[in-house]
T-cell receptor, first 114, second 113 residues
Framework: GESVGLHLPTLSVQEGDNSIINCAYS??????FIWYKQESGKGPQFIID?????DKRQGQRVTVLLNKTVKHLSLQIAATQPGDSAVYFC?????????????FGQGTILTVHP | GAGVSQSPSNKVTEKGKDVELRCDPI?????LYWYRQRLGQGLEFLIY????????KSGLPSDRFSAERTGESVSTLTIQRTQQEDSAVYLC???????????FGEGSWLTVV
């Protein structure tokens, strides 16, 4: 079941380090995955997405890796900055015809120390 | 504006009252979604509109919840006879089409007292 906020996974890193945030998804039929960043008091901000016909996709300072065999998704952030501190959510498409009908993970709190 | 716009940004209401939340999607986006986010948790899908098709209401938690959309424009989410467990952030999102990137608004923070 869902965890309350106090029990969210957390990751603390030093500025300049690389960060890796992991996510296990549940539906083997999911074919679209997204990572969102959410800062306190704001809506989720799109970071990067990947479709199931790919294993890896790179953006600016971010890389998403998809392992369909073990239903695992990861987000790698290079040279992490204090502005990257936020809650990061993975989401999987669960709606078949629409990529917007998403199932979200519980989130991971990333804290970057200067 | 350039992004998804929601109003009100904050709403405090008494238990039993009805509330209406509004969403203006990004111009040209045909798909519109409502999600709910309880404190410290991930987002829960509520409802999805795509063009003139019948909406996908499979995520609405009870018959107290309803939503409408005028064409490919504004949407309103209505919660009748609000309960304390309805307290959450209600997030609207839109996408150009049903297979395109989804962008979220800042949310409407609802507190039921």
């Amino acid at each position: 079941g869902e965890s309350v906020g106090l029990h969210l996974p957390t990751l603390s890193v030093q500025e300049g380090d690389n960060s890796i945030i992991n996510c296990a998804y549940s539906n083997s039929a999911s074919d679209y995955f997204i990572w969102y960043k959410q800062e306190s008091g704001k809506g989720p901000q799109f970071i990067i997405d990947i479709r199931s016909n790919m294993d890896k996709r790179q953006g600016q300072r971010v890389t998403v890796l998809l392992n369909k065999t073990v239903k695992h998704l990861s987000l790698q952030i290079a040279a992490t900055q204090p502005g990257d501190s936020a809650v990061y959510f993975c989401a999987e498409n669960s709606g078949g015809t629409s990529y917007g009908k998403l199932t979200f993970g519980q989130g991971t709190i990333l804290t970057v120390h200067p | 504006g350039a992004g998804v716009s929601q109003s009100p940004s904050n709403k405090v209401t008494e238990k039993g009252k009805d509330v209406e939340l509004r969403c203006d999607p990004i111009s040209g986006h045909t798909a519109l979604y409502w999600y709910r986010q309880r404190l410290g948790q991930g987002l829960e899908f509520l409802i999805y509109f795509q063009g003139n098709s019948a909406p996908d209401k499979s995520g609405l938690p009870s018959d107290r919840f309803s939503a409408e959309r005028t064409g490919e424009s504004v949407s309103t989410l209505t919660i009748q006879r609000t309960q304390q467990e309805d307290s959450a952030v209600y997030l609207c999102a839109s996408s150009r089409g049903q297979l395109d990137t989804i962008y979220f608004g800042e949310g409407s923070w609802l507190t039921v007292v």
